[in-house]
């Protein structure tokens, strides 16, 4: 699934440029980027950025595997931090983006005729589609759960003309899998829309001229590494197996760098301001908004605080802790805003 999604999104932006060069620009629509790129130091931001997201992606996963009560305290504040970065990504970092794209002068007539209302067009449209899979896969699950309690009393014993059903053994892992199913879904599409983000801001990074190259990769980085940390509370608390947590777990840091590699490779035709890439910058902005804004609110705050027994249970000491954290953490992106 990732690799299809990375796939398209690589051949929208190729198909942008290439049909950037065939329509031609004003004088006023052409590139804003200067002449000044160091290769090397471009290359070398492709290894930085993977070791940074691979080490916010997989330390908070590797905290998990210790089994131990102060840990567990230590995950659920992680866990709110990671809740603040995403909704601020979704808020600072996604919402705007799309909005100064499709305002952009150098978007043809016939899409600046509705404008920045596409923002919420392709938003909605996202997280209706975010709905309408999950409840697609909510209701296989529950299929499943039906299967699971009729074998539950599948086994009959009959002493002395009694009929006794009797509990099937090795039915507790079909449970786990039925209760887990709902949280494993939630978590690919929440980095799904992630993913999308990471690659437009890795091709802008690639992209990107010395001048402004440093404070760029700075921020990414900081971007990536409170990011990552977000996503790997959640992929282990999915309670994926080795593979699946294995696979979630390498996309992410890989996708940024691809994009930085991208960026690399068609710096000299790449044109931020042609009309194609415009729109595929926008578009894609406003259907991850647009899945980030239903995750945050539909499924993490929703399903981890407002609804959730054991947040209920915390002393309020610690609940206040757990606020104060998420509020750390889209206060943390709110700052990396300032520079990505």
Known sequence: MFRKLLLALLFAFVSAQAAGESQGNSTSCTSGYGNDYDLNFHIGGVFIVFAISGLGMFSSMY?????????????????????????????????????????????????????????????VAASFMVQLLELASSQHTHQHEYEYKDNETATVVQPAGETVFVLVDGTSAVKEKVEHAPKKFQTVILESGILVHSLIIGLTLGVTPDSGFSTLLAAICF?????????????????????GKVLLGIMYPLTTPIGIAVGIAIRNQFNENNDSVI?????????????????????????????????????????????????LGAAAMAVVGIWA
């Open 279 to 327: 729109l595929a910058q926008g578009i894609l902005d406003s259907i991850s908004a647009g899945i980030l804004f239903y995750n945050s609110y539909a499924e993490l705050i929703s399903n981890e605080i407002n609804h959730s027994p054991s947040f209920k249970r915390y002393a309020k000491g610690f609940k206040t802790m757990c606020f104060f954290s998420m509020y």
């Open 63 to 123: 905290i998990d595997g210790f089994k131990l009560p102060i840990i567990g305290n230590v995950l659920q504040l992680l866990k709110m931090f990671g809740i603040g970065i995403i909704v601020s990504t979704a808020w600072i970092h996604l919402l705007p983006d799309a909005f100064s794209q499709f305002s952009n002068p150098c978007l043809s007539v016939g899409w600046q005729s509705y404008g920045t209302n596409y923002v919420g067009l392709f938003g």
């Open 223 to 243: 971007h990536q590494m409170f990011e990552g940390m977000a996503l790997g509370v959640l992929v282990s608390n999915a309670e994926f197996d080795i593979r």
